[in-house]
C-alpha cells in the first residue's frame, strides 16, 4: 500500500512538472512626456497612474517599453515596486533620451544578462543608423523564471518612424543579434515597429523561421482595433505597428489589444445628465475619454513546457 502511495506521488509530481507554464507578455509605447501633449489634455502626469493601473490589473509578467525617458520610468517603478527594469538612453547609452527598457517581476525573475545596442551598422554607441532620422536602441535581456528554471531572451526595440531601409536592415540586424547572443534560447521580441503587417520588415522577421507574429499564432484573439490610436479612442484602424514575435517552444493562447480608456474632465463636468431610461440612483456626468497613451498595449498570454 505504501508503495502505490509513493509511485502514484512520484507520477503526480512528474506529471505537474511538464505541465504548460505560462508568461503574460506586453509591449507598449508610452509616449514621451512632452510639453504639447500637456497641453491637450494628456500630459504624462494624468497618464502614468492609469498606465500602472493598467498594468497591474492585467498582470503583466514582463513587458517592453517604449519612448519613456529617465524621469517616466522611475515614475513607473514608484507606482509598480515590484518590477523593477533595464534599458539605457539612446541619446548617450545612460540616462538620455528615449528607453526601450524592459520591465519584469522581480519576484518571479532572475536577470542573467543583459545589454544594449543601436540600430545601425554601428551597434556599440549611439548613432543613427541607414535612413533613419533619430537614433534607435535594442533592449535584450537573458531571464530565468525561479519557479521553473525556465531560460528565454527577450529583446525590445524601437524601430524608426521614416527610415524605410533602417527599418528593413534593423529587422536583418535583430535576426542576427538573436543568432549571436541567445544560441538556442526561446526568443521573444517585442516591440513599436513602426509598420504594419503587410510592410516588408515585418515579413523579413515573420517568415524567418526563428520567429513568427503571437497575433498569427494566437489560438483566441481580442483585436478589436490596430494598435496607434493618436490619443483619440474614437479613431479605428486595422493596422498593427505594435508587435509580439516568439519562437518555439512558445504557444500563444490568447492575443489582445487592449483598448483601456479613462476619463477627465471637462467644463460642464459638474452638470448631471437626466434620463428616464435609468434609475433616478444613478448620477451620471459628461467626461472626456482619453487614452493612456498614444498607443494601445499588446498583451499575449504564452504557454511553454519546461
Not at 541567445?182 to 503587410?198: E, H, S, Y
Not at 498593427?240 to 518555439?248: A, E, L
Amino acid at each position: 500500500m505504501k508503495k502505490s502511495i509513493f509511485s502514484f506521488i512520484v507520477l503526480l509530481c512528474i506529471g505537474l512538472n511538464i505541465q504548460a507554464q505560462q508568461l503574460n507578455v506586453a509591449t507598449y509605447n508610452l509616449r514621451n512626456a512632452n510639453r504639447g501633449d500637456s497641453i491637450n489634455g494628456n500630459g504624462w502626469g494624468q497618464r502614468y497612474p492609469v498606465v500602472a493601473e493598467l498594468v497591474q490589473f492585467h498582470d503583466f509578467d514582463i513587458f517592453g517599453t517604449q519612448e519613456c525617458k529617465h524621469h517616466q520610468l522611475q515614475d513607473l517603478i514608484e507606482a509598480m515596486p515590484q518590477y523593477t527594469y533595464i534599458g539605457v538612453g539612446r541619446d548617450d547609452g545612460k540616462q538620455s533620451g528615449e528607453y526601450a527598457a524592459i520591465f519584469y517581476k522581480k519576484d518571479k525573475f532572475k536577470l542573467i544578462e543583459h545589454g544594449d545596442f543601436w540600430l545601425s551598422t554601428e551597434t556599440a554607441y549611439p548613432n543613427k543608423g541607414w535612413d533613419a532620422a533619430l537614433p534607435r536602441i535594442c533592449t535584450w535581456g537573458i531571464f530565468k523564471e525561479k519557479k521553473t528554471g525556465f531560460k528565454f531572451m527577450f529583446f525590445n526595440l524601437h524601430m524608426d518612424h521614416i527610415g524605410v531601409e533602417a527599418r528593413k536592415e534593423s529587422a536583418k540586424l535583430i535576426l542576427a543579434k538573436i543568432k549571436e547572443t541567445g544560441g538556442k534560447l526561446p526568443v521573444i521580441l517585442t516591440g513599436d515597429f513602426n509598420v504594419d503587417q503587410t510592410n516588408e520588415s515585418y515579413k523579413l522577421l515573420n517568415e524567418s523561421g526563428i520567429l513568427h507574429d503571437s497575433y498569427e499564432a494566437a489560438k483566441f484573439r481580442y483585436a478589436t482595433n490596430g494598435t496607434f490610436n493618436s490619443f483619440n479612442p474614437n479613431l479605428k484602424t486595422n493596422s498593427r505597428i505594435d508587435h509580439i514575435f516568439i519562437s518555439k517552444p512558445f504557444t500563444v493562447q490568447k492575443y489582445g489589444v487592449l483598448t483601456d480608456t479613462y476619463r477627465s474632465e471637462i467644463s460642464d463636468s459638474q452638470k448631471e445628465i437626466k434620463s428616464s431610461n435609468f434609475p433616478k440612483e444613478v448620477s451620471l456626468h459628461k467626461y472626456q475619454a482619453r487614452t493612456p497613451s498614444d498607443h494601445f498595449p499588446v498583451m499575449v498570454i504564452l504557454k511553454y513546457k519546461k
